[in-house]
């Protein structure tokens, strides 16, 4: 690990917190997307101007105008004309995350333009290449303007829970819009992300990695895992369409880790980073010293909303089994205090004084499937009271904007033939 510190360090914020001429030589190339004759540009302010044709969920879904009118505020705010998310608290970079997030929502709400204009963007602009040939399928998870004050890639490395997310979308986008071209780039890039983010672990077990094998895969053979990185929905969708790569036995090893990591903590709690060492099986917390922490905090939010979609999409027993058992300290917590702190450690510690909307967005979508009162508490004293006028919390808030959306809609409103091959 210390070999990519500097990229360990940086992956370790990816869920927590260029300029560059499109380059259409890849057109007419297996999996390419036609793209527009546009120019990206850099960031130019915070508000930007985008036309787009009205999109919409379905009459009667839950939240159906509140999730409507976030939507449109966030393109108009956080999605550039050419199709770049920026993320504002962080020098207005643009993440490979934030254009999956924004491919999901789009497919969700029905919204085609948004949709293909963001996987655009990130198609041109975070492409991975090594002597200027395309390496791989996969995106650079960091974009934005380097010590030079150029706007271009920072970072090459890629970030396997943004590419998860992509290509999660692109599947639901081709049967939604019937779209093939979808689905070639699709398969295109679950090829690379099998080969170059999986790694074989104990009894011959795969198992995801955050990221590329030299940066998660120590000398001391031993696996560094993110367990909210792990969409065992998304694997499941990936072996509909992808039969040449075992993608659940993913399903499998995901489970394993999400169940036997959380005991490492004293509370049974997923935690953002944790240690598998592939000779004993045993899973242990990343050193203290280490840039990576083993803790509840904010990546491991998303366990809850990955599980859950899971256990609405698929009916995964092992989904409602692992959102009943893990999710006992937090409900405790949340019926004693009526408020859950942001960061606790492995003995059930607080470690702030505050907490975050975003995890309480992502219990929810968690809370709807295995204890709908506590969900409806959580709604109406911390979700909608911190809700303003299409924003969450804070206007440059780019991850609350995300994680409060896609944990308030209804995994209903996809339909059920979105998740079954044509």
């Known amino acids: 690990m210390h070999r990519v510190s500097a990229l360990v360090a940086a992956l370790s914020i990816i869920a927590i917190n260029g300029c560059s001429k499109v380059d259409n030589s890849h057109q007419g190339k297996p999996g390419a997307i036609k793209l527009p004759n546009t120019q ?3 960031v130019v302010g915070s508000q930007q101007t985008t036309t787009i044709a009205q999109s919409s969920l379905p009459v009667g879904t839950a939240h159906q105008r509140l999730l409507e009118e976030s939507w449109d505020i966030y393109r108009k705010q956080f999605i550039q004309e050419d199709g770049r998310v920026i993320d504002f608290e962080a020098s207005d970079r643009s993440i490979s995350e934030g254009q999956a997030y924004a491919m999901l929502r789009a497919v969700i709400i029905n919204d085609p333009t948004t949709f293909d204009l963001t996987l655009q963007w990130a198609e041109e602009n975070l492409k991975r290449e090594v002597n200027g040939k395309l390496a791989d399928h996969l995106w650079a998870w960091k974009w934005g303007r380097n010590a030079d004050g150029n706007w271009g890639t920072i970072d090459s490395n890629f970030a396997s829970d943004a590419d998860i997310d992509a290509v999660t979308a692109l599947i639901l986008a081709a049967r939604r819009w019937n779209r093939p071209d979808y689905l070639e780039l699709a398969r295109l ?4 992300l099998y080969a170059l983010s999986t790694a074989t672990g104990p009894g011959g077990k795969r198992y995801l990695l955050p990221g590329p094998k030299t940066a ?15 969409a065992p929905y998304a694997f499941r969708l990936f072996a509909q369409i992808d039969p040449d790569h075992n993608w659940l036995s993913l399903v499998e090893s995901s489970y394993q880790v999400l169940d036997e990591s959380a005991r490492i903590s004293q509370v049974d709690l997923p935690s953002d980073w944790i240690a598998l060492d592939t000779k ?3 899973f242990a917390a990343l050193p203290e010293t280490h840039p990576l922490r083993t803790l509840y905090s904010f990546d491991a939010y998303r366990v809850w909303w990955r599980v859950a979609l899971d256990a ?8 409602q089994r692992y959102l009943q058992r893990h999710t006992k300290y937090l409900r405790t917590t949340w019926r004693q205090k009526s408020r859950i702190p942001a960061r606790i450690d492995l003995q059930g510690k607080a470690l702030v004084d505050y907490d975050a909307t975003s ?11 295995i204890d709908s009162q506590l969900a409806d508490q959580m709604l109406q004293t911390k979700l909608l009271p911190r809700y303003k006028q299409g924003i969450w919390d804070d206007e440059s808030a780019y ?7 896609l944990g308030l809609v209804s995994p209903e409103v996809i339909p059920q033939r979105l998740l079954k091959p044509n």
């Open 189 to 192: 890039k679950l090829k690379d």
């Open 359 to 369: 995890q309480y967005a992502m219990l929810y979508s968690a809370m709807q499937l």
């Open 399 to 405: 991850y609350t904007q995300n994680l409060a959306w």
């Open 280 to 282: 004993t099986g045993k």
């Open 216 to 230: 998660f895969v120590t000398p001391a053979s031993t696996l560094h895992l993110n367990p909210s990185y792990f």
């Open 312 to 319: 609405a999409w698929f009916k995964s027993p092992e989904a």
């Open 40 to 42: 990206v540009s850099p």
